[in-house]
């Protein structure tokens, strides 16, 4: 079986993701994938990328998560790629990082199911970083955040919205609300 990639995490680049899907089970198809990469310890941003993937099956997709997404037929078939092509970009952002996202296993699994389809491995340490559980451990019990929500804590941080469920998008502001979130001092009472 092959290792783990070996990456010192205390060196390792972050990157901050999030997907976009046609349904919120495991077998929906990735149709975006959005990413912030960050440099280690200063946290400066070294690239972004935001990669479409034109479903194969866009019969099977929940209209209510298309909607949400804002999928444009006309918008993925200009900028969308393959599904093997938007993983090998991914992958070219992410050797040796740590992921970062807002709810991760949602994200983290549809892209593992996704890698696995290709027989492709990832590059990437095999645990990542989750703000939801930041959020929760420093601002749980919060009136204005009932559920910890990727929205509830940009508009708590008064960040810039951004397209809410538009993968870069939602990368951004999940990297906004990680740099807060480190500010933020430990659990107070509300």
């Known amino acids: 079986m092959p290792r783990d990639p070996e990456i010192n995490i205390a060196e390792a680049d972050l990157v901050f993701f999030d997907t976009e899907t046609t349904g919120f089970d495991l077998d929906k198809e990735l149709i975006e994938i959005g990413l912030v990469k960050a440099k280690a310890k200063t946290f400066e941003i070294i690239a972004e990328k935001d990669i479409k993937i034109k479903p194969v099956h866009i019969e099977t997709a929940d209209p209510d998560s298309l909607g949400i997404v804002g999928y444009d037929p006309e ?3 200009i900028e ?4 093997k092509t938007g993983l090998e970009q991914f992958l070219s952002y992410t050797e040796g990082t740590v992921l970062v996202g807002h709810n991760i296993a949602f994200d983290w699994m ?8 290709y027989g492709m491995r990832f590059n990437y ?6 703000t939801f559980s930041l959020a929760w451990q420093k601002l749980a019990g919060h009136p204005s955040l009932p559920h910890l929500s990727l929205s509830e804590l940009s508009a708590y941080f008064k960040l810039p919205p951004g397209r809410p469920h538009r993968a870069i998008d939602d990368a951004r502001t999940t ?3 990680f740099l807060k979130l480190l500010k933020e001092p430990e659990r107070r009472a509300f």
């Not at 969308?80 to 599904?83: C, F, I, K, R």
């Not at 549809?110 to 389809?117: A, G, N, P, T, W």
């Open 75 to 77: 918008e993925w078939a």
């Open 175 to 177: 990297y906004q609300v």
């Open 125 to 130: 340490y095999y645990k990542g970083l989750d």
């Open 110 to 117: 549809h892209v593992k199911k996704s890698l696995e389809q």
């Open 80 to 83: 969308g790629v393959d599904l």
